[in-house]
């Protein structure tokens, strides 16, 4: 079965510019969460959707936004890009969530901002 | 503030050495992840717990809600086993569905 699909893998973007991001979850996961890793900072945790709404949504600016299609298919979305945005985004997929469900990764888009 | 601490930060071992990681965290929780992050990006769940423990091939994960800490054990550890592990732990209450990650243990098995 097909695991989780991130794309675009790598992107260069320049500050100001607004960027879009893919995720697929596996076949039958209601559950998709994203996350935004960094030398820095490690991983932290941004938003999850289950069922086309928002669960949760972790700490960072409103310029950083997602959403979740019917066929749980999620995309996020950065606005107004600043070179601290430079970041590996990782998305996870679940059944039904990380409280009760073991997460599935993606490979990651790793962004960077010029 | 949830927390999640993870110890030791960086470890070098020879092959076969038994491996200990550990993790603890601040409050009450509903779930503990171990994930495993190989150079490139890529993340593994190795483990998903919320009592007890788990055995999968040579790795073991165990956790103690009471003193608020889990281990990751490997036993006779492996060159390929050298990755990034990570404790990662959802905390309970407010219908939050966010983890909380350790800075992650840099594990390196020598041949």
């Known amino acids: 079965k097909a695991g989780v699909t991130q794309t675009p893998r790598y992107l260069i973007k320049t500050r100001g510019q607004q960027v879009t991001l893919s995720c697929s979850p596996i076949s039958g996961h209601r559950s998709v969460s994203w996350y935004q890793q960094t030398p820095g900072q490690g991983l932290q945790f941004l938003f999850e959707y289950f069922s086309e709404t928002q669960r949760n949504k972790g700490n960072f600016p409103g310029r950083f936004s997602g959403r979740q299609f019917s066929n749980s298919r999620s995309e996020m979305n950065v606005s107004t890009l600043e070179l601290g945005d430079s970041a590996l985004y990782l998305c996870?997929?679940?059944?039904?969530?990380?409280?009760?469900?073991?997460?599935?990764f993606g490979q990651g888009t790793r962004l960077t901002v010029v | 503030k949830n927390e999640v601490e993870q110890s030791p930060q960086n470890l070098t071992a020879q092959e076969g050495e038994f491996i200990t990681i550990n993790c603890s965290y601040s409050?009450?929780?509903?779930?503990l992840h171990w994930l495993q992050q190989h150079p490139g990006g890529g993340i593994v769940s190795l483990f998903m717990?919320?009592?007890g423990k788990k055995k999968h091939g040579r790795l073991i994960a165990t956790i103690n809600i009471q003193e608020k800490h889990s281990s990751l054990h490997i036993t006779a550890s492996h060159p390929r086993d050298s990755a990034v592990y990570i404790c990662a732990a959802l905390y309970s209450g407010g219908g939050a569905d966010g983890l909380t990650f350790g800075k992650g243990t840099h594990l390196i098995i020598q041949p």
């Open positions: 996870a997929s679940s059944f039904q969530g990380t409280s009760n469900t073991e997460a599935f």
């Open positions: 409050v009450g929780i509903s779930a």
């Open positions: 717990l919320s009592s």
